[in-house]
């Protein structure tokens, strides 16, 4: 087990962002079955990508990831909707930046690292399943930590992070991600 200090790793993704990241443990993760609902019956991309349920593992099976893992980073990522600013394009580069330390922490030792980013995939305009083929970017393609059933909101408030429903879409965002760490 690699025990170096992970926030050597964070700081390079957080360093000029408006973004911030701590080490959690994975206990206080929270899953729940209702949160896949939320996904079912909520979201126009449940079914349609191979990073959405029913396509990813159940709360349950979650769970039992989360308790192999004796450490992780929760990301927290503020996208403020601010003009001629685009905000999406914005998210893009600060996920592509954590998958890229995802391959980082790999080659580091920390083999186990796998990162759950936030919200669908957005890396094609239209996922492979639907055509019946292989996903076109499998090596940087992550599931969202709502897919594996995981409440962000309890995760957030359980480790001290802010975030709250949103009235509109003007309003900024907080983002979570988690990078588990072995």
């Given at each position: 087990m690699n025990n170096s200090n992970l926030e050597t790793y964070w700081e390079r993704v957080v360093e000029g962002r408006p973004a911030e990241a701590r080490e959690i443990h994975p206990s206080s993760v929270v899953t729940a079955p209702w949160v896949r609902l939320k996904c079912q019956y909520g979201c126009p991309s449940y079914g349609l990508g191979y990073c959405c349920p029913p396509d990813t593992p159940t709360p349950e099976q979650t769970r039992k990831v989360?308790?192999?893992?004796s450490r992780s980073i929760l990301?927290?990522?503020?996208a403020a909707k601010k003009g001629g600013v685009n905000r999406t394009k914005l998210v893009r580069e600060y996920m592509d930046t954590l998958v890229d330390l995802e391959g980082e922490m790999f080659k580091d030792g920390f083999y186990r690292a796998f990162l759950l980013v936030s919200g669908p995939c957005r890396l094609c305009e239209e996922c492979g399943k639907l055509k019946g083929v292989p996903c076109?970017?499998?090596?940087?393609?992550?599931p969202s930590m709502e897919s594996f059933g995981i409440d962000v909101y309890r995760t957030a408030w359980n480790n001290g992070f802010p975030i709250h429903p949103l009235?509109?879409?003007k309003e900024t965002q907080n983002l979570y991600s988690l990078m588990l760490v072995e």
């Open positions: 989360l308790d192999s893992y990301f927290h990522f503020t076109r970017h499998g090596y940087r393609a992550r009235r509109e879409k």
